[in-house]
């Protein structure tokens, strides 16, 4: 979200618990507040994570996801298991007379495969350490996070304002599209 409090929202298409609605758009309006103050690298780390598939089943997984990228190592620019094993092997002091004799590509995938690591768009990321469960739920997320700071309401009350909601947007149709008269026909 832009930082600025709207009165109304519009939204096009919603799969889930309508009475869940909020909780929901606060997750991902915290998801998009934590996001936005990651630097770049950081950026390209979290969407490579992301590729991996492990930490993606909800919005508090990849919520956790973006809290715990120190867990991941990540290698920008490696687009193959060649490149994988080239850069592994820079630092090796390998005559230049053996250099062409080393199978880069099965090295780079023998290394992917022992590191369980993932060739993901923009580079290479392997996990190396554990996901923490630091969001356990929306009592985790700042209030300056919130898009909805508003006091729950009960189900009742609820279902008296969805009633309301409808007889005003019912009303507002009449007043803009009002049957033709017989007159008029």
């Known amino acids: 979200m832009d930082g600025i409090r709207y009165e109304s929202f519009f939204i096009t298409s ?3 618990d309508v009475l869940g609605l909020y909780d929901y758009l606060d997750e991902l ?11 770049q690298g950081e950026i390209e780390k979290f969407e490579a994570a992301l590729h991996i598939g492990t930490h993606t089943s909800s919005v508090a997984d990849i919520i956790n996801l973006a809290e715990n990228l ?33 199978d880069y590509e099965a090295y780079g995938r023998d290394l992917s495969i022992n590191e369980g690591g ?41 279902m008296a304002a969805y009633k309301e909601v409808i007889d005003r947007s019912s009303l507002e149709a009449e007043r803009r599209h009002p049957e033709m008269r017989r007159e008029e026909r």
């Not at 309006?29 to 630097?39: G, K, Y």
């Not at 990321?125 to 996070?145: A, L, R, S």
Request: include cysteine; glycine fraction near 8%.
């Open 14 to 16: 919603f799969d889930g």
């Open 29 to 39: 309006n915290h998801l998009a507040c934590l996001l936005s103050e990651l630097p």
């Open 70 to 102: 120190d867990s991941f190592e990540f290698y920008p620019d490696i687009e193959s298991e060649e490149d994988l094993g080239r850069y592994f092997t820079e630092d090796l002091a390998i005559p230049a007379e053996l250099k062409g004799y080393i």
């Open 118 to 158: 993932h060739l993901a768009p923009g580079g290479y990321i392997v996990q190396t350490g554990t996901v923490k469960e630091i969001y356990h739920g929306i009592e985790d997320i700042p209030k300056e996070h919130k898009v909805f700071s508003m006091p729950r309401l009960s189900i009742r009350e609820q």
